[in-house]
Each structure stands twice: as C-alpha cells, then as structure tokens.
C-alpha cells in the first residue's frame, strides 16, 4: 500500500528541505526523501550545502583566517603571538559540529511542521490522473511506495569529473575531500579557478600550503565585472599568494606518492608541476541517474538537467524541479527561493524569482559579490549607462578593520538611474551585497542610495559613496 501525501520532495538540500517546509506550512501533506547517510548510518539533510558545501566551507574559511589575521596581523595591533600553531583536527571538529549542529536543525524543522521524511534513493514509478507513484529504495533494506499528487525533485549536482584524474579524496580531492584534509599540505595543485578551486585554495594557503591554481579558459572569474575580476586576480596573487595560472591545457595527471600534473601553458610551452594533494573543481554536474527519467518521460536537457519552465515546471504534469538540477546559477540562496516559489504555486499563489537580482558571494580574502549586470554584459546589449566607484581605502571603518583593499562600483541606466549592477570586493562584500540586492529589487535609482542615511562609521559608507560617483559627487575622495 502506498503512503499517500499531496507533495514528495526527491532530495533535501536547500532545494529541497526548504520546500518541504514551505508545503507543509501551506497544509500539504508532505514528505521529504534523502539518500545521504552519516557514518552511523542515519539520514542526513542539508544536502551539498550543508554537509561539503556552503556552510563547512565557511567554517574553514573563518579558522584560516583567524589563523592569518593572528600570524601576520595581530602585531600591528600591538598584539603580540608567540608559539603560534594550527591544530588541523581541532578546525576540523569544529567545522563538523557547525554541520552537525545544523543537521539536527532541519530534523527539528522538519518535526516541527511535520515533514514527514525517507531515508533512501527516490525515483518515478509511473503517473496518472491522481498524481505519481513513487519508489524509495530505502538505506536500510527494502522499498517504500509512496503517492503524491505533486513530485518536486531537488537532488543537485555532484563534482564534474576530469578524464584521467580519479579521484581518490587521498591525493586528488573533490570539495568533500578538500573540506577533510587531515593536515596542511606542503604543496596543493587546484584545477580550475572557480569559486571552489578559489575558496579551498585560499584556505589552504593561508594555512601555509604553497597553492598553485590552473584555469583552462584565459580569462579569470568570466562571469565577473571585469574591473572587479582584474583586482580580484591582483590581491589573491600578489597579496594572498595563489599561483593562478590561466589558459592552460592539462594534458596528463598521474597519483603516485605525490600528483604528478603536465600541462600546456598560455604560451604553448609543456609544463610539469608535483603536488601533495590535488584539488579538482572544474563544475558540476547534474543528478538525474537513478530517477528513473526516461522511464517515465521526464525531459532533460542537453546540459543533462531537467528541462523546467520559467516557473520550475518539467514537462511532466505535476512534477517540479528546482535548484543544481534545474537550470540557473548553482547557488543555495537560488535553489532554496526556487523550492518556497514551486511550493507556493501548488498552492495556487503567485511567486516569482528573479535571477537578475541574485547576489553572487565569493568568499576569499577580501570577499567579492556582486548582484545585476556586469560593465561588459551592458555594452554587448548596447545599453547606455553610467558607472560610479569607491574605495574602501577612503573608509574609517575599513581602516579600522584593517581591511582597506577593493573598491564598490554601480552601474546605473544614463537616462533614468535606476541600478543596474552592484559589483564589490572588499571587506564583508557578502553583506554589503544585500543593500544592492533590495535597491534593484524596489528599482531603485543610484540617486535614491546616494540619498539614505548610513551609519557612520560603516563599510555602508563605501555603497553609498560609490552611488554617489554615478554622479561624479562622491564626498570622501
Ligand atoms: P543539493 O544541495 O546537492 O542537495 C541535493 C540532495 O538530493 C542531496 O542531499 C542528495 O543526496 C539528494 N539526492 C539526490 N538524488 C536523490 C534521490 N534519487 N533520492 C533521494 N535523495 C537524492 N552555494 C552558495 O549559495 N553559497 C556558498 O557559499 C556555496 N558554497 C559551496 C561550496 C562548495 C564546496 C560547494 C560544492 C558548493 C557550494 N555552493 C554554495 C553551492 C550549493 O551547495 C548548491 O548550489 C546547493 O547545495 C544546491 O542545492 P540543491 O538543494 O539543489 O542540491
Ligand atoms: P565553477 O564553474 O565556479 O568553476 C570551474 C572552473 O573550472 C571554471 O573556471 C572552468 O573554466 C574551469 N575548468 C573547467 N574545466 C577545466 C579543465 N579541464 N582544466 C582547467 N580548468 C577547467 O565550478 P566549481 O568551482 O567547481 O563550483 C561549482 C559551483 O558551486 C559553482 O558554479 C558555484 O555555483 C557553486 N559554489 C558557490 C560558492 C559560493 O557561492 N560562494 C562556493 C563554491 C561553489
């Protein structure tokens, strides 16, 4: 006999246990299902995000900076370090608490507004006018059935794989295994200069690894304003010592004792480097095995995703798809505004996620963000437009702080000044990003920004000087 609710969600990642939630305070009868186990075998939620994403990332990201600020920092406060050491294991509990801890959160939520949950691999049996019929190879043994009359699946991405270069987590490492190291490598290669090759490289180097990153495309952080992306690939270089090289062909990667990785450079030369451990981060990829697609005619795409509509619709009636597996930035903050919209509109209400006022959060030393379009996206779509920038150099918080490199730049429209684009790299951008995000979402002007009161002394104070350059009226520089 299958167990009947209104809504199943396949996966419960950000995508997927937020929707649960979301239907269930909406009175849906609703279960949510998940393959991932801990060690003791039990369910885990949080999915990529939680468990070898977003948040132990973070953790890592806090404890090497700490362990920075205090080695090369401090003194200059007058604070004098002697003896100064990291404990990888300690760092390490205490990024795994900060999951567990958020594990034992989303049970509580669950239990709270009574999401009922599945441990195992869930997949489309067969659908008919009453809704699906669902299968769920349970972890422990045996099958479940369950009816729903809406699917939503939120099952994610997993790491892209480089031919040639299996990884092992001992010596080629995935996100899972760079977020697990046992101790600081002296020398880590990183393929591709994404935002994880960028986030774990900083880590480590700050920890004292010798870091070299290898970017295939010639061009670093492509999806970033290119002012931005050009000071980014300046501080992360010059100041936090990454070796990033850009435009290379890797040609050949062996794993013996150390990881052997030859390579063609920019400039066409054959290159060889050796390396403890080697970090591949080159994308993700979409997880549709095992739903049993083709089975029952859920259309992919040939990006392998699940073809969806504006409103996460798939071709099949009743069945929704959000998130990694969808199209659109692979980002928590998307994946989870995704599952609160489709929940919504199964109860028959009007939501809307707009993409354009997505922020996007690179969380290396200073930390870069940016939300709207970028300076070059604008001149390809021929749209005139007016650009202001600030430094933090100018700013008595940030000289405070001890942070005063980067700068805020906005885009406005050149007739009406509504904004456009926030771009930033500096210190807390990952904040400052959300005073953008609310101006474009209200369409608000550069002028209206330029025109609230901040605080003083604040980093805010860097957004509203930049708006005020729109106008060439910046007061501090
Ligand atoms: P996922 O989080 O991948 O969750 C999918 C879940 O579905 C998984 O738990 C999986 O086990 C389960 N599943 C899959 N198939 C089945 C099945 N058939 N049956 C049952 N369960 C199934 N994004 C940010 O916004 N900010 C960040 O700072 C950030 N940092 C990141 C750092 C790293 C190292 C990585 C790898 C990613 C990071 N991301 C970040 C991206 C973010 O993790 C993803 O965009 C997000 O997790 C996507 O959410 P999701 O719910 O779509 O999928
Ligand atoms: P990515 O798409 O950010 O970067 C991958 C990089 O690898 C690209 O620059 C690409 O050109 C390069 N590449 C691809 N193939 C290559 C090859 N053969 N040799 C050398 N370089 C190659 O993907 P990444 O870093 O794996 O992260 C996956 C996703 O996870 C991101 O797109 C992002 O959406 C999400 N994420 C978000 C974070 C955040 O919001 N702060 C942090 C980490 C991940």
């Avoid at 870091?211 to 690939?233: N, R, S």
């Amino acid at each position: 006999m299958a167990k009947e609710f209104d809504v199943v969600v396949i996966g419960g990642g950000p995508g997927g246990y937020v929707a649960a939630i979301r239907a269930a305070q909406l009175g849906f009868a609703t279960a949510c299902v998940e393959q991932w186990s801990d060690e003791a075998g039990k369910v885990v939620f949080g999915g990529t995000c939680l468990n070898v994403g977003c948040i132990p990332s973070k953790a890592l990201l806090q404890s090497s900076e700490n362990y920075h600020l205090a080695a090369h920092e401090f003194a200059s406060h007058g604070i004098g370090v002697t003896g100064l050491s990291i404990d990888v294991a300690q760092m390490m509990k205490r990024k795994d608490k900060i999951v567990a801890d958020n594990r034992a959160g989303i049970l509580y939520l669950f239990k709270k507004n009574k999401v009922a949950n599945f441990h195992g691999k869930g997949s489309l049996a067969s659908g008919d006018d009453s809704g699906w019929t669902l299968k769920v190879a349970l972890a422990a043994g045996g099958e479940e059935t369950l009816h729903a009359k809406q699917v939503i699946i939120a099952t994610g991405s997993s790491p892209r794989q480089l031919p040639g270069a299996p990884v092992d987590n001992q010596r080629i490492l995935d996100n899972a295994g760079a977020l697990s190291l046992t101790a600081v490598p002296k020398s880590l290669g990183v393929i591709g200069a994404g935002v994880i090759g960028l986030e774990m490289g900083s880590v480590w180097r700050r920890l004292g690894a010798e870091v070299t990153v290898l970017e295939a495309l010639p061009a670093f952080l492509g999806l970033a304003d290119d002012a931005i992306a050009k000071e980014a690939l300046k501080v992360l270089t010059k100041d936090e010592g990454l070796a990033i090289e850009l435009g290379v062909k890797i040609d050949k990667i062996s794993a013996k004792k150390l990881v052997s990785v030859e390579y063609t450079d920019a400039a066409g030369a054959k290159q060889s480097k050796t390396f403890e451990k080697l970090i591949v981060a080159i994308g993700r990829a979409p997880n549709t095995a095992g739903l049993n697609a083709a089975g029952v005619g859920l259309a992919l795409n040939e990006r392998g995703q699940i073809e969806v509509d504006e409103q996460c619709r798939s071709n099949l009636p009743g069945v929704w798809a959000i998130g990694d597996v969808v199209r659109g930035p692979m980002l928590a903050h998307k994946a989870e505004e995704e599952g609160v919209a489709v929940a919504e509109r199964i109860a028959g209400q009007y939501a809307h996620v707009d993409f354009n006022t997505i922020p996007w959060v690179i969380y290396t030393q200073p930390e870069i963000a940016w939300v709207g379009q970028t300076e070059q996206q604008l001149r390809a779509a021929g749209v005139t437009y007016r650009s202001g920038q600030f430094p933090f150099l100018a700013n008595g918080r940030a000289k405070g702080l001890g942070e005063t490199r980067g700068f805020v730049k906005f885009l406005a429209d050149a007739k009406t000044d509504r904004v456009l684009g926030v771009h930033i790299i500096g210190p807390f951008a990952s904040e400052l990003i959300s005073e953008a995000v609310v101006a474009m979402e209200f369409g608000a002007s550069s002028e209206d920004i330029a025109r609230i009161c901040h605080a003083h002394p604040s980093l805010a104070e860097v957004v509203k000087e930049a708006a005020l350059a729109v106008d060439k009226r910046a007061i501090h520089i």
